[in-house]
């Protein structure tokens, strides 16, 4: 077997009962964070020009509901992340939009979702020593929607599944950042693989043929789209190494690198409050952020987007000094934020020019010590690995990553995601403020494994569900198709 072939066999044949009770629990707390996420998309004004475009989130055609709620929850980037991607634009939109057309139990949704999960993460885990991560690894979502259909669907024969995968992946999606972060093309940037995935499960149903050794093939995917190819990922610890468990749920909008930011200043605006009454930002000498490179790395490429309110959207998410700066006047972060009148209101774009970003050694070290969103994978490439450190991030991250080096982790039973800041705001009167956190608010850490369902509950109300629906997804795995398709129609129903 190629280690397509053999990832495919495994999938087509898991069950509910398979899983661990861990998975499904977090498994259902992702489906709760993610139509979080399409509601917050769906109220957006952009959001519904994409409505208008391609039509409500639930239609008949499961197919062109999937690309939608695929592109409804991607572009304000409170989608979940993992080891490795940003799984849920297809992992859960596209089981979900098949459960809720096809009648699905719950505890085939979950299953769905899994399955989806851990193909779509192994292969993007493959390749993610390459050029392209996070949100522009769009191949993930053709493995991720390619299997959340599969499984839905039924399909058993292992061999459709290997020839749906390998015609999706032939034509691997690459955005250009220009367009991702300078217009409204972001907003395409889970619909269009997830529509490409669509078609290949259909040319698959109908006996076209992929090529089973695509991946590792030296004419193949991972050669294309790899650095520094990682092909044991695909198949290693099948049934044991279980990815849906380094889920991170994202509680604000917003790019991952910035979250222990925003959590710094939230703590921050209480003391501040408390000491100094509301903050002016002409009192303000330095709001310093001190943080991994993988914070700077986003941050550099948004800063030359964002000159102020009228920011493209794709550019302003990403950016550090405006979420910051939000946060710190407000208490806060929300969609409202990204959105006018809020987005024109000069104070915080007086105090965004004070926000300053310096790279703290100590936070990268812990960044490659945890599991995502790629420290894992240099642990498995080893030195092999410094090549693409060198161009990442230059030699003292190479020195950093290599130094901090430990075996691979045999599974993710205590995957973190360590993307930490520390925040420190100084007066002009002398007088200083810091906050630091390691894990953010909703990343994989204890805090998360003990409380996933109670943040992504918050989270769903928050953006404006009811909680009652936010409560009921707990169960979801024992819901019968009737009680499943009244829960997706609740959820999704009123947007925010």
Known sequence: MTPLQELCDWAARLTHDDLPERVRALAASQILSQTASIRAGAAHPLGARMIAAFGEPLQ??????????????????????AYAGHLSNSTVAVPLAFAHAHGLTGARLIAAVVVA??????????????????????????????????????????????DALGLALALPHRPLMRAF?????????????????????????????????LLEHPDGFLAALAAVPLPDEVTGGLGRRWHTETLSFKM?????????????????????????????????????????????????????????PDAPLGALVLHTP??????????????????????????????????????????????????APFGAAVRRAGAAAEPWLLEFGGP?????????????????????????????????????????RLVPLGAMGDHTRACHENLVREKFVGIGGDADTAKAAAGLGTMDAGRLRDWVGAALAERA
């Open 181 to 213: 972060l300078a217009s409204d093309a972001r907003l395409l940037n889970a619909l269009a693989p997830v529509r490409a995935a669509m078609d290949a499960c259909d040319a698959a149903a109908a006996g076209l043929h992929g090529a089973p050794d």
């Open 396 to 436: 003292e991250t190479a020195r950093i990553a290599l130094d901090a080096a430990r075996p691979p982790e045999p599974d993710f039973t205590a995957a973190t995601k360590a993307t930490g800041a520390r925040v420190t705001v100084r007066l002009n009167d002398g007088r200083a403020f810091t906050r630091e």
């Open 60 to 81: 008949p055609d499961a197919r062109q509901s999937a690309c939608v709620l695929a592109g409804l929850g991607s572009w304000l980037n409170l989608d979940d992340t």
């Open 252 to 308: 604000r909008p917003g790019g991952p690198g910035i979250d222990a930011a925003v959590d710094c200043a939230i703590e921050l605006h209480s003391e501040l409050r408390a000491t100094v009454g509301a903050l002016d930002p002409a009192t303000v000498a330095e709001a310093l952020v001190e943080a991994s490179l993988y914070t700077l790395y986003a941050g550099r490429r948004a800063d030359r987007y964002v000159t102020g």
């Open 117 to 162: 999960n851990e193909c779509a993460a192994r292969i993007t885990a493959a390749a993610t020593l390459g050029p392209l991560r996070g949100q522009s690894a769009i191949h993930t979502h053709l493995v991720g929607a390619v299997c959340g259909r599969l499984h839905a669907e039924g399909v058993t024969d292992p061999r459709r599944w290997t």
């Open 322 to 371: 405006y979420p910051v700066a939000t946060a710190l006047l407000t208490g806060g972060l929300t969609v409202a934020d990204f959105e006018r009148p809020a987005l024109a209101e000069a104070a915080r774009w007086r105090l965004a020019e004070r926000v300053r970003l310096a790279h703290d050694p100590e936070l990268t070290r812990a960044l490659f010590d945890s599991a």
